[in-house]
């Protein structure tokens, strides 16, 4: 009886449907690494001399990593996905050609990211004077601080001269081309141009500046009288996204341009209602360019303006 049991109830077993689990849905990626990106975006404020594309420049245009912001390590996180991300875009590239017989090849382009946030803001450093410096407690800490801020500047530099043959002579007149076509597209109004020399981030901030200034000015007229007056380094950073990959990274450069320019704004009917084309002005501006060391054919782009 027992045996025959056994047996009726392997019968129903056998004799019964299964049912397989559907596999659950993979987590929205997409939203989610974008969710982390607006996360960290926290903004400083301040005011100085500036020139023509930082007429209608607010404290929002600059994002800088503070110490009440999130987690470092949530920014690498974020931004090794960032590379993954791209680094799949690049090997969809390469492996386009193999595509199989009837497949329909579609070129992807490589675009060159960005960590969408200036490293360590440069903000000038309060003189203290030499006996303060040397004999109390608070400037030794204060030389402390000093020199490894230096040494900051010194390794990001190495870096970049070891992985790019950089040199600051090249460099400042690439940069001084840079400052001077920003501002004669913004003059223009040339959005999509601006997009190749400006990260993602600074593109959309010029954008919405270019729409302001239309809703007030008509048409305007700029002209950067050259040479530059003075340019100078204040800061070198480098944004390391391996700790076991030293050239999986991205520098930061902080120049401060003094020019002379020529302004002039113009109403819907033509008449000057801003500046004067015939007067020279001399301007102080503090922008950041960015540039990454693992990308192929990488170059130099615009990544913040910085108020003092």
């Known amino acids: 009886m027992a045996l025959a049991r056994l047996g009726q109830s392997l019968a129903r077993r056998l004799h019964r449907p299964l049912y397989v689990p559907?596999?659950?849905?993979?987590?929205?990626?997409?939203?989610?690494?974008?969710?982390?990106?607006?996360?960290?975006?926290?903004?400083?404020?301040?005011?100085?001399?500036?020139?023509?594309?930082?007429?209608?420049?607010?404290?929002?245009s600059v994002i800088g990593h503070k110490l009440g912001g999130p987690s470092p390590v949530h920014i690498v996180k974020v931004l090794n996905l960032v590379v993954d991300l791209d680094h799949n875009r690049q090997m969809s590239t390469a492996t386009a050609s193999k595509a199989p017989v009837g497949a329909r090849k579609v070129?992807?382009?490589?675009?060159?990211?960005?960590?969408?946030?200036?490293?360590?803001?440069?903000?000038?450093?309060?003189?203290?004077?030499?006996?303060?410096?040397w004999f109390t407690l608070s400037g030794w800490r204060r030389t402390k601080e000093d020199i490894i801020l230096e040494m900051k500047n010194a390794y990001a530099v190495s870096r970049l001269r070891k992985?790019?043959?950089?040199?600051?002579?090249?460099?400042?007149d690439q940069a001084l081309n840079i400052y001077k076509e920003v501002n004669t597209l913004m003059a223009h109004g040339d959005t999509s141009a601006l997009r190749k020399i400006l990260t993602e981030r600074m593109h959309s901030t010029m954008k919405n500046e270019i729409k302001r200034r239309q809703s007030k000015w008509s048409s305007v007229h700029w002209?950067?009288?050259?040479?530059?007056?003075?340019?100078?380094?204040?800061?070198a950073r480098m944004i390391g996204l391996d700790k076991n990959d030293l050239d999986k990274a991205f520098i930061q450069l902080t120049l401060e341009f003094v020019t002379k320019q020529?302004?002039?704004?113009?109403?819907?009917?033509?008449?000057?209602?801003?500046?004067?084309?015939?007067?020279?002005?001399?301007?102080?501006?503090?922008?950041?360019?960015?540039?990454?060391?693992?990308?192929?054919?990488?170059?130099?782009?615009?990544?913040?303006?910085?108020?003092l």
């Open 262 to 307: 020529k302004f002039e704004a113009y109403n819907s009917k033509g008449a000057v209602v801003s500046g004067d084309k015939s007067k020279e002005v001399l301007v102080k501006d503090i922008w950041v360019f960015e540039r990454s060391l693992f990308h192929p054919g990488a170059y130099w782009r615009v990544c913040g303006r910085i108020t």
């Open 107 to 133: 070129g992807l382009k490589v675009v060159m990211m960005s960590p969408g946030f200036v490293y360590e803001p440069y903000s000038p450093r309060e003189r203290i004077p030499f006996w303060k410096r």
């Open 22 to 60: 559907p596999p659950p849905l993979p987590p929205p990626l997409t939203d989610y690494h974008a969710a982390f990106i607006r996360s960290f975006a926290p903004t400083h404020t301040g005011a100085c001399l500036r020139g023509f594309a930082s007429l209608t420049h607010n404290s929002s």
């Open 163 to 172: 992985k790019t043959g950089y040199t600051k002579k090249q460099f400042y």
């Open 223 to 235: 002209e950067l009288v050259e040479p530059a007056v003075s340019i100078r380094t204040l800061r």
